[in-house]
């Protein structure tokens, strides 16, 4: 599995605008193939600041994701609501193993 984690901040009177936007990308993306899993998180500290947390089963699933529509439509109308640029760590799963996903070896 390919995990990428995304953590945002955004100016405090685009908050709203931001998780609207953001939840319309997130429910598109999990009807992508290759997306397993997409959270969005807003710190409880800091209403201003998001994490997302974006599983696919393929290193190429996530390039594939940042082409879609919906994405580009998303980077394009949070890009000016940005307190500081968004801050995206990709990883390799390492468990659960992609059995944990519902994915087999295979996939």
């Not at 709203?16 to 959270?39: K, M, V």
């Not at 800091?46 to 699933?61: G, H, I, N, S, T």
């Not at 890009?79 to 944990?100: K, N, T």
Request: net charge negative; proline share 7%.
């Amino acid at each position: 599995m390919y995990v990428v984690c995304v953590t945002v901040h955004v100016t405090p009177e685009h908050i709203q605008p931001f998780i609207q936007a953001t939840l319309e990308n997130a429910r598109q993306s999990r009807h992508e193939p290759g997306n397993a899993r997409f959270d969005v998180l807003q710190a409880e500290a800091d209403p201003a600041q998001f994490f997302l947390y974006e599983v696919y089963r393929e290193k190429d699933d996530f390039a594939r994701h940042q082409m879609t529509p919906h994405y580009l439509r998303w980077k394009e109308a949070v890009a000016p609501w940005m307190a500081v640029p968004r801050q995206g760590v990709r990883h390799v799963s390492l468990f659960p193993e992609a059995e944990g996903w519902g994915v087999s070896r295979e996939t």
